[in-house]
Nanobody
Framework: QVQLVESGGGLVQAGGSLRLSCSASGLTFRSYRMAWFRQAPGKEREFVAAITWTGSRTYPTDSVKGRFTISRDNAKNTVYLQMNSLKPEDTAVYYC??????????????WGQGTQVTVSS
């Protein structure tokens, strides 16, 4: 049974930082691209950042470039999202997702339950 468990969310003031973690189990972690998505109230889920299975390449969306960093530790089956210079518009539920390296780059096979990030102004 595949499980992705996010942690590290919380309430932070604008300009602050948080680090999200996503621990994976039940899958061969190195065989999966990993990504972070987010969904704000009343909005559709949006892509935040992705990382290749080796960790050698990352793909942040434009709105978080220079502020958020995705990374992974394959020895710990964990992916991280370091979020700096947070803004109120970053408030959302953040989800991690795993996509098989054999599948389409835009497809993700497994999703976590989400962790709430709230940025106060």
């Amino acid at each position: 049974q595949v499980q992705l468990v996010e942690s590290g969310g919380g309430l932070v003031q604008a300009g602050g930082s948080l680090r999200l973690s996503c621990s994976a189990s039940g899958l061969t972690f190195r065989s999966y691209r990993m990504a972070w998505f987010r969904q704000a109230p009343g909005k559709e889920r949006e892509f935040v950042a992705a990382i290749t299975w080796t960790g050698s390449r990352t793909y942040p969306t434009d709105s978080v470039k220079g502020r958020f960093t995705i990374s992974r530790d394959n020895a710990k089956n964990t992916v991280y999202l370091q979020m700096n210079s947070l803004k109120p518009e970053d408030t959302a539920v953040y989800y991690c997702a795993a996509g098989s390296v054999a599948g389409h780059p835009n497809n993700y096979n497994y999703w976590g339950q989400g962790t709430q990030v709230t940025v106060s102004s």
